[in-house]
C-alpha cells in the first residue's frame, strides 16, 4: 500500500512543481504550511477576542455583531479563523500521511512522529472548543455530544454534561471554563509544535513568500465568498435538529449518535497508540552512526552547522591537542546519513602523507571507500565522454541507462561528498565529467543534503569547490527516485557537451597506481 501512495504522491509532487515550480510546490512545505495557518488563526483569534462577550447570553450577540455589523473586519476575521483551522487539518494530516509514506517516521524519526501525534490531539482539542464559545445551535450539540462522550469515561463524579440540561444549570463560570479551554489548547498546541521541531536544524517553519501570500489571498477570497456564519442561537430547553457540521474537524459527531461513547474511545486511543507505535513495527535496520576520529578533528564545527539532525555538538577538547574544541555525536540523534563527513575539511583525497580518514565519517561508509570506489569504479571508461555519477540511495538511480561510458557512486546521501572529491576526480582525469544524481528539490530525505551539495558547489558554503574546477564539467540533476527518464536526457546532454569540449589529458597509469597506493596505505 505504501507503494502505491508513495506513487500517487510522486504524480502530485510532480504536476504541483510544474504548476507552481519546485520551490513553492505545497506537497514539500506542508509543515511550514501548517505553522502558516496556526498563525493566522492566531492573528485572527485575537482580533475575534478583543470584542468578544465572555457572558453566556453575551457571546452569540458579540459574534453576530462581528459577522454582519463588522463584516468587512470582523466577518473577515471570524472566517479566515475557520477556514485557516480547516487548512490546518487538510495539511497536518497530507505531512502525517506523506511522512509514513516516505518512511520517514523511524529511528531517530520517532521523537518528530510520536509529538506528531500530540499535536494532533491539541489540534482536535483547540478546534472543538472552539465551537463551543460562539454559542449557538452547532455549539450546543458540540458541547452536549462532547460532555456526553467524557461521562461515559465513568471518571466524572457528577455527569458534566447536565451542566446543559437546561438555560438555568449552565453557570457562567463553566461557560468561562470551555472558553478558557480554547486557548490554553491552542497555546499548549504551539509549545508542541516547537518541541516537535527541536530535533531539527533549522526547520522550515515558513513557506516561501509568495506561497504564503497564495494561500493567504485563497482564504480570503473564501471568506468573502462563503462568509462563516452562526446558526441561530443555542437554545437548552429544545434540541437542535439540523445541524451543518465542520467536516474537518467534527466527523466523530454523526458516530457518537450511533455507537456507544466507550466504543468511540477505544478507536480513538486504540488507533493513537497503534500509529504512535508504528516507528517501531518495525524498527529501522540502521547503519552504524557517525564516529569522530580525534586525531583529524581540529574542532572547526563545519560538520555541526551542516547535521540536519542536529546530532553534533563541540566538546571541551579531550585528547591534548592544541584546540579548543571537538566534535561529538550523540547516537540516540544520529540517522547515518554522512552529511557531516561531507563537511569536513580533512575529508580531501588529495592527502597522500597520512591515511584518508575524516575528522568525522560513517564507519559503514568511510571516505576512503569513496576514494577507492573513484578509482576502480572509473577503470574501465574510455573516450572524452566518461562521467562519473554521484548518487543518493534515497534519489535518483541512473544504473539501468542504456548509455555507456558513465559508471555510478551511491552514497547514502550526496551531502556526503566533499566537494574536494569533484575537484580530485577531475584533476586527476579519472572521469570527463562527473554528474551528481539526488533526491528532488526541497525534498532531500535528510531534509538538507541536497541544499548542501548545491551551496557548496556554488561556492557559498563551507567546505567550498574549489575555483579551479571548470564549471562546464560537472552538473547536478535533483530529480528523485521517479525522475529516470529526466535523468537520462539529462545525462545524455552532458556527455554530449562533454564531448564537444577538448579533451582532457588521460590519467597517466602511475598517477592512478600511485593514488591507489595511497588508499591501501591507507586502509592498512
Ligand atoms: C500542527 C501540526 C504540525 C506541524 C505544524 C508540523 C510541522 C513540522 C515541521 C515544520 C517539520 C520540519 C520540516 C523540515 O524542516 O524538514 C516537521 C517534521 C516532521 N513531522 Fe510534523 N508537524 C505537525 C504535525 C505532525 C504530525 C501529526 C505528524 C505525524 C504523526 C508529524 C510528523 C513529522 C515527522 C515524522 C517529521 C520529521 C521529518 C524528517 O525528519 O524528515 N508532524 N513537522
Ligand atoms: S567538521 Fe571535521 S574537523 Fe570540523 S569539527 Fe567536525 S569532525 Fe572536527
Ligand atoms: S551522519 Fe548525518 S545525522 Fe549523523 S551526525 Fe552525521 S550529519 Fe548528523
Known amino acids: 500500500m505504501r507503494r502505491a501512495l508513495r506513487s500517487v504522491f510522486e504524480r502530485i509532487d510532480r504536476f504541483f512543481d510544474i504548476a507552481f515550480t519546485p520551490a513553492w510546490n505545497p506537497m514539500q512545505q506542508l509543515g511550514a504550511l501548517g505553522w502558516f495557518f496556526y498563525w493566522i488563526v492566531i492573528v485572527s483569534g485575537i482580533y475575534l477576542y478583543i470584542f468578544f462577550d465572555t457572558g453566556i447570553t453575551q457571546a452569540y450577540h458579540s459574534v453576530e455583531y462581528l459577522t ?50 500530540v499535536l494532533l490531539w491539541l489540534l482536535y482539542a483547540s478546534g472543538i472548543s472552539g465551537y463551543w464559545v460562539v454559542w449557538d445551535k452547532l455549539a450546543q450539540y458540540v458541547a452536549i455530544a462532547t460532555t456526553e462522550w467524557f461521562d461515559s469515561l465513568g471518571i466524572f463524579g457528577k455527569p458534566i454534561a447536565r451542566n446543559f440540561l437546561n438555560h438555568a444549570s449552565l453557570s457562567g463560570r463553566f ?82 449518535d450511533h455507537y456507544s461513547g466507550t466504543l468511540i474511545w477505544a478507536v480513538v486511543a486504540g488507533g493513537t497508540v497503534l500509529l504512535s507505535l508504528l516507528p517501531w513495527l518495525p524498527a529501522v535496520r540502521k547503519r552504524e552512526v557517525a564516529v569522530v576520529h580525534l586525531d583529524n578533528c581540529n574542532g572547526c564545527a563545519r560538520c555541526v552547522a551542516d547535521c540536519p539532525y542536529s546530532a553534533i555538538s563541540m566538546v571541551p577538547r579531550t585528547d591534548g591537542l592544541p584546540f579548543e574544541q571537538q566534535a561529538a555525536v550523540d547516537p540516540s540523534l544520529c540517522l547515518s546519513c554522512g552529511i557531516c563527513s ?36 572509473t577503470q574501465d571508461l574510455a573516450g572524452n565522454n566518461r562521467v562519473l555519477i554521484f548518487n543518493c540511495e534515497h534519489g535518483l538511480d541512473l544504473a539501468a541507462a542504456p548509455m555507456t561510458n558513465f559508471a555510478q557512486i551511491t552514497l547514502p546521501c550526496v551531502g556526503m561528498l566533499p566537494p574536494s572529491m569533484i575537484d580530485f576526480t577531475l584533476s586527476r582525469k579519472y572521469s570527463d565529467g562527473i554528474f551528481i544524481a539526488g ?48 535523468g537520462l536526457s539529462e545525462l545524455e546532454v552532458f556527455q554530449e557537451r562533454l564531448a564537444r569540449l577538448s579533451p582532457p589529458a588521460r590519467q597517466s597509469p602511475e598517477s592512478r597506481l600511485r593514488d591507489g597506493k595511497n588508499a591501501e596505505c591507507a586502509n592498512a
Not at 476575521?77 to 485557516?84: D, E, I, K, P
Not at 505531512?95 to 509514513?100: I, K, T, W
Not at 441561530?232 to 439540523?242: E, M, N, Q, R, Y
Not at 526541497?442 to 569547490?465: I, K, M, S, T
Request: net charge positive.
Open 68 to 117: 454582519h455589523e463588522q463584516w468587512y473586519a470582523g466577518g473577515i476575521m471570524r472566517s479566515l479563523h475557520r477556514y485557516a483551522s480547516d487548512a490546518l487539518v487538510v495539511v497536518v494530516f497530507l505531512h502525517l500521511l506523506r511522512e509514513y509514506v516516505l518512511d520517514r517516521f523511524r529511528g531517530p524519526r520517532w521523537f518528530a512522529w510520536v509529538s506528531g501525534m
Open 175 to 256: 461557560f468561562t471554563l470551555l472558553i478558557f479551554i480554547h486557548i490554553a489548547a491552542p497555546l499548549m498546541l504551539l509549545f508542541g509544535m516547537w518541541l516537535h521541531i527541536q530535533r531539527h536544524m533549522h526547520p522550515q517553519v515558513n513557506p516561501p513568500r509568495g506561497l504564503a501570500a497564495g494561500c493567504l489571498i485563497m482564504l480570503v477570497i473564501l471568506s468573502l465568498w462563503f462568509p462563516a456564519m452562526s446558526q441561530g442561537p443555542a437554545d437548552l430547553d429544545t434540541v437542535p435538529s439540523i445541524i451543518n457540521l465542520d467536516w474537518f474537524y467534527l466527523f466523530i459527531y454523526p458516530l457518537l
Open 342 to 377: 561531507g563537511a569536513c575539511p580533512s575529508a580531501s583525497p588529495f592527502r597522500r602523507r597520512t591515511a584518508l580518514i575524516p575528522g568525522i565519517e560513517l564507519p559503514a561508509f568511510p571516505i576512503q571507500a569513496v576514494k577507492d570506489m573513484i578509482l576502480s569504479k
Open 439 to 486: 533526491c528532488r528539490e526541497h525534498d532531500c530525505n535528510f531534509r538538507l543534503g541536497n541544499e548542501w551539495v548545491q551551496q557548496r558547489l556554488a561556492r557559498q558554503r563551507d567546505p567550498y569547490l574549489r575555483e579551479r574546477v571548470p564549471a562546464e564539467r560537472f552538473t547536478q540533476c535533483w530529480a528523485g527516485v521517479s525522475g529516470f527518464k529526466q
